[in-house]
């Protein structure tokens, strides 16, 4: 195979700034790394001195800030932020309410932030709107429009806005929103998240029943046990929606005392206040591992301390060198300081330390990690505090009285008392899909290793000049290196080389758990369930999240209704040679008077109108065959294309007894313009649609069956878990820390 560096890949496409008549291009990764580390330094008072620290830790690769402040800081780029995501404002219950969310968001995707929402504040689908004697259409009406607005606004660099909605347990419409995605392939830009409530908690452990209520009014009463079911059964059939424990997450929250959390971003790892922003940046674990494999390897904390120190002042200065989409997420930015420092290589570090992922020695040592993490975090804050000032909304006793805060060691308490502290928030876990394969493609965030090893597709400019590489992880190289060996038949390492799909869903809650102790705002991690997994042990998840004190669970179950797979049937009855024109084999005889066919109607993003699609069939001895197909729309746009379609499809129906290969033709059309989701799958353009229509006839008349792949290997599992990438289009697509990310192409959807 061709020999290929992912770092190098990685960087050349997302991160190299081409320079421009002020700027000079960069020309290595060191390049990039020195021009970030000049841009943080810009406004400190000795430049030389912060530049040269915040340029070792970045060389090193000990800290790695967010994308998109490796992509932008000291270029030219001044329309885009640097922040990750941000929470929208609060919806206020009125068209110029809603659309003023809309305008706000459309301006914060634009410069390539996330967004998140909350949609409690709307009122339930039915209720009277006074003044036009109507009843209202709903919260999920509204995502929709977001949704669309969100598809036709491309991010810097090159990257589609992700978004996250939420909705309370208690809403009206939250039955609706549960199963929103499934009806719907409007909603597919977003996450969903149920805003779970003590109260709902203790409803359900009490059998009790449930009030969806809107503005203090009760609308409709439903039994809490079944409502927690629909949830479970359709994350467990649908990965959606995740749970979001939103009164601890009030209840934890450094600033309880001045604001009130309702979303997240849309990864979850950041619970924010409406116009909250997140600024993140993740320290390599593996970095700090001394004697790697060795019978005395151990972290290195003392340096892992410094480090953090450091990283703590570089993030801050990006609050104050940073553009901000709306003035208000500017002045939320400026009054609180917010960051999130988190970890990337947490399972490559565990292997280095011979810890399995997941046993109790490999918990342990994550704890110690993270406590370190964020002891270092507050007392650097608190050390910038001195010298530059305190965050602006601090309340030195009420924010000393806060849960986490209480929890942590007198001395910095007694600090902030005195002195105040730089950032009200410090530590999260984000998703790094990206940056840790710039890391060269060490474990992401604080999820195990998916796989070792495997191909990954390289497009050299254009869709035919395709080339395959092999990718192997950051610590089985290592091991490879110190074996002295090329490689190792994955059967033969060590015990401790685990994967994702032999980790335990207990054992994904204990390490969250463990990690969620010592992070002052949240966690984003996909607890991966095996497609087998029974729904009786699955529904329980959620509540051992709950009890293990986390305040957020996502979970991804690999099944037919995401990932489907249609297998062609043999067919049972060949069609006989007197029924057959002479001068054509295989053809079906001239039309019949009469024939019998089913309708299907589809709606598109392409297209404002609906399109009908009639298939009929030719039917002998109760045996199917279609015969012809018809395709009807108001939208005369695309006439003259559905005319030569309908009689192409009609002629190959006639002439060839499997004619299934039709279905690959026509799903393999791209439109250039983008496609949509059906029914979960992304379909690339409208021909795509009927070639899937045509798929599901044919399954209804016999002609093809539908098969779910079988998992009877560590390969095939790690398959089950892929899905099909909307920008490459390979099955390459895995679902971790709650964002998706392909393994055969740069597509991620969270950074």
């Not at 969100?150 to 419409?173: E, L």
């Not at 199963?179 to 109260?199: D, G, H």
């Not at 104050?320 to 399972?347: H, V």
């Not at 959620?542 to 990932?563: D, H, S, V, W």
Request: aromatic share 8%; net charge neutral.
């Amino acid at each position: 195979m061709k020999k290929y560096s992912i770092s190098q890949d990685i960087w050349e496409r997302k991160y190299r700034y081409s320079g421009s008549s002020e700027i000079a291009a960069d020309k290595s990764l060191s390049d990039t790394m020195r021009r970030v580390a000049a841009a943080c330094a810009q406004n400190e008072q000795d430049h030389k001195k912060w530049q040269d620290s915040f340029e070792s830790i970045l060389q090193s690769l000990e800290f790695i800030p967010g994308g998109r402040i490796i992509a932008n800081a000291g270029t030219s780029r001044g329309q885009t932020t640097m922040f990750n995501c941000y929470v929208m404002n609060k919806i206020k219950d009125s068209i110029e309410g809603i659309f003023d969310t809309v305008k706000a968001s459309a301006l914060t995707q634009k410069q390539g932030g996330g967004v998140g929402f909350d949609f409690s504040t709307v009122r339930p689908r039915g209720s009277h709107i006074k003044g036009c004697e109507a009843p209202a259409s709903g919260p999920l009406s509204f995502m929709r429009v977001l949704d669309s607005t969100c598809r036709t606004i491309m991010s810097a660099g090159q990257r589609r806005g992700a978004q996250m909605g939420v909705m309370r347990c208690d809403h009206p419409d939250i039955e609706e929103f549960i199963t929103a995605k499934r009806k719907n392939s409007q909603l597919q830009m977003f996450n969903l998240s149920v805003a779970i409530t003590e109260e709902f908690i203790k409803a359900v452990k009490n059998d009790t029943d449930w009030e969806l209520k809107f503005n203090g009014e009760t609308l409709k009463t439903v039994r809490a046990r079944d409502l927690w079911e629909t949830i479970m059964r359709s994350t467990y059939d649908f990965a959606e929606p995740g749970f979001l424990l939103v009164d601890r997450i009030n209840q934890m929250n450094n600033l309880y005392y001045c604001e009130e959390i309702c979303a997240t971003n849309p990864c979850g790892e950041q619970p924010l206040p409406p116009f909250g922003a997140c600024l993140l940046g993740s320290l390599n674990l593996t970095k700090f591992i001394k004697n790697p494999f060795g019978k005395n390897a151990k972290i290195d904390f003392k340096r892992l301390s410094e480090v953090t120190a450091v990283a703590v002042r570089l993030l801050d200065n990006v609050i104050d060198i940073s553009n901000y989409p709306l003035p208000e997420q500017r002045e939320e930015a400026y009054s609180k300081r917010r960051m999130g420092i988190g970890i990337t290589g947490l399972a490559d570090a565990l292997i280095f330390l011979q810890a399995k992922y997941g046993s109790p020695e490999s918990i342990k040592l994550a704890e110690s990690i993270m406590k370190t993490i964020t002891h270092a975090a507050y007392r650097a804050s608190i050390e910038i505090a001195k010298e530059k000032g305190a965050f602006k909304l601090l309340n030195p006793q009420k924010y000393c009285a806060g849960k986490f805060i209480s929890a942590l060691p007198e001395d910095i308490r007694k600090d902030i008392s005195k002195y105040g502290i730089r950032n009200s928030h410090l530590t999260s876990i984000a998703p790094t899909g990206t940056i840790s394969l710039l890391a060269d493609n060490i474990s992401s965030g604080l999820e195990p290793v998916f796989a070792f090893k495997y191909t990954r597709k390289i497009r050299n400019g254009n869709e035919e000049d395709v080339s395959e590489v092999e990718i192997s992880d950051y610590a089985y190289r290592q091991y490879c290196a110190k074996m002295k060996v090329q490689s190792v038949d994955e059967n033969d390492l060590p015990d401790y080389f685990t994967s994702a799909e032999k980790i335990k869903p207990a054992d994904h809650l204990n390490i969250q758990a463990a990690l969620q102790k010592y992070i002052d705002s949240s966690i984003s991690k996909t607890i991966n369930i095996p497609a087998d997994f029974p729904f009786d042990d699955f529904k329980d998840i959620y509540m051992q999240a709950y009890e293990l004190g986390l305040k957020g669970c996502t979970t991804f179950r690999p099944n037919e209704n995401i990932m489907g797979v249609l297998v062609k049937k043999e067919p049972e009855k060949e069609v006989s040679a007197a029924q057959l024109e002479p001068h054509t084999p295989n053809a079906l005889p001239k039309r019949p008077e009469e024939l019998t066919g089913t309708t299907y109607k589809i709606k598109t993003a392409q297209s404002p109108d609906a399109f009908y699609i009639t298939i009929n069939d030719y039917v002998e001895n109760g045996h199917h065959r279609p015969y012809e197909l018809f395709i009807n729309t108001k939208n005369l746009q695309h006439f003259s294309w559905i005319v030569a379609m309908s009689r192409l499809i009609s002629a190959v129906f006639r002439n060839n007894p499997e004619p299934a290969f039709l279905i690959d033709e026509l799903k393999s059309i791209y439109d250039p313009n983008g496609g949509s989701f059906r029914n979960g799958k992304y379909v690339p353009s409208l021909a795509a649609e009927i070639g899937y229509v045509i798929e599901e006839h044919m399954v209804k008349i016999g002609l093809l069956k539908r098969e779910t792949k079988s998992v009877d290997s560590r390969t095939s599992v790690q398959d089950a878990n892929k899905m099909i990438c909307p920008e490459c289009h390979e099955r390459e697509l895995v679902n971790q820390e709650n964002c998706l990310k392909c393994l055969s192409c740069n597509y991620s959807k969270c950074g």
